[in-house]
């Protein structure tokens, strides 16, 4: 993983347009990344981008951030579909209604129910990131979740 540097107050304008989207600041530079690179390089940029974030929510659970541990796990899975949707049909999603239409159609095109209920366990973190209900287990459990959906995301990828 690269990183690099951009100055505060640029970050902060990327964050609360991130937010206003409701994604992950990694997210949003990828869609920005979405009208100059093909989409194949793209579809790899999201799944690198997922794997990293899911690594970044076991160690915010190590840390004891429920919320950011959370909230990384739930942008995780929304990359890892970002990636296949980018991948196979060159379509770009952008909102949360998007992913969950395309989540329907994974679960119509697979039969998967399993898949399903992962997306449904892990898309709740995003709301405890704003509301901070949920407890040590229940994000330890949508953590396990996200890796489960991205398992099987990878497959269909």
């Known amino acids: 993983m690269a990183i ?6 640029i970050y902060e ?6 937010e206003a989207q409701g ?6 530079v990828l869609s920005l990344m979405a009208e100059s690179v ?3 390089s793209l579809a790899e940029s999201y799944w690198e981008a997922s794997e990293d974030l899911i690594r970044q929510a076991r160690d915010e659970l190590v840390k004891g951030d429920l919320r950011q541990a959370g909230e990384k796990a739930w942008g995780a899975v929304a990359l890892a579909l970002k990636s296949l949707a980018y991948k196979r049909k060159s379509l770009r999603l952008s909102s949360h209604g ?4 395309f989540v329907g ?9 399993e898949l399903g209920r992962l997306w449904r366990s892990v898309s709740s973190m995003h709301v405890n ?11 330890e ?3 396990k979740d996200a890796e489960s959906f991205m398992e099987k995301v990878k497959k269909l990828l």
């Open 129 to 139: 990131f704003y509301e901070g209900w949920a407890t040590r287990k229940h994000v």
């Open 141 to 143: 459990g949508a953590i």
């Open 105 to 113: 159609k994974l679960l119509e095109e697979t039969g998967d129910e």
């Open 4 to 9: 690099i540097s951009i100055p505060e107050r």
């Open 13 to 18: 304008k990327l964050k609360s347009a991130a």
């Open 98 to 101: 998007e992913l969950w239409e």
């Open 38 to 40: 093909d989409p194949a």
């Open 23 to 28: 994604i992950s600041v990694e997210g949003y």
